[in-house]
């Protein structure tokens, strides 16, 4: 079966420009994440969602950061400004499927550099 | 927040040499999860142990698990250039829809040919 996809791989934008981030999870997953991957660090969950519907957007900094699934498929993440802090790996993973809901699949990532 | 912690942060061995990573966490969890990232890669699924499981083995890959000690700990045996990697531990705790996964900082092995 196909990965999960992602595009772009890489973006190099200056602050308080906008960029977007687009995710295509594996076909039948019904749950989707976004990371932020830091250098250095681990991944910390930005927001999950079920379907269409949010699960957990706690960690979402809601003043820059805006998400939305809206076919239950795939997924946009956008930041508007960015700031230099957003530096990071935007990665993106799903669950679903019959054999497992646990095991989350990543795609490649974005690597995201802002000037 | 980050509730994995991983020891040591980094680790280099000679190939044919084992590899153990240890791993903390604070909560009670549902399961525990180890992946793997290659260098400007996803993270990939090496192996999940449930809170009711104290070891379980993949291939060169020995997980244990002490929910009394809130550790856990990788193993990997007759490693390879390969399994050069970042190595992050993810646990889930109860009460989150069973699924909300908190990732520690990850260990960085780099074993030499």
């Known amino acids: 079966e196909a990965g999960v996809a992602q595009s772009p791989r890489y973006k190099i934008i200056e602050k308080r420009q906008s960029v977007a981030f687009w995710c295509n999870p594996i076909s039948g997953h019904a749950t989707l994440y976004w990371y932020q991957q830091i250098l250095g660090q681990g991944p910390k969950l930005l927001i999950q969602?079920?379907?269409?519907?949010?699960?957990?957007d706690s960690q979402l900094p809601k003043d820059r950061f805006s998400a939305e699934r809206l076919k239950g498929v795939d997924s946009t993440l956008k930041i508007q400004p960015a700031k230099l802090e957003d530096s990071a790996v935007y990665l993106c993973a799903s669950t679903g499927g019959d054999r497992n809901q646990e095991t989350q699949y990543f795609g490649p990532g974005t690597r995201l550099l802002v000037l | 927040s980050q509730q994995g912690e991983e020891d040591p942060q980094a680790l280099s061995i000679q190939e044919g040499e084992n590899a153990t990573m240890n791993c903390s966490y604070k909560t009670s969890i549902n399961n525990l999860q180890w992946y793997r990232q290659n260098s400007g890669r996803g993270l990939v699924h090496l192996i999940l142990?449930?809170?009711?499981?104290r070891e379980k083995h993949s291939g060169r890959l020995r997980v244990t698990l002490d929910t009394s000690k809130k550790s856990s700990s990788l193993l990997i045996t007759a490693s390879r250039a390969a399994d050069t990697a970042s190595y992050f531990c993810a646990t889930v705790p109860p009460g989150t829809g069973g699924f909300k996964t908190i990732f520690g900082a990850g260990t960085r092995l780099f074993v030499k040919a």
């Open positions: 969602f079920q379907n269409n519907g949010v699960v957990d």
């Open positions: 142990i449930r809170s009711n499981e």
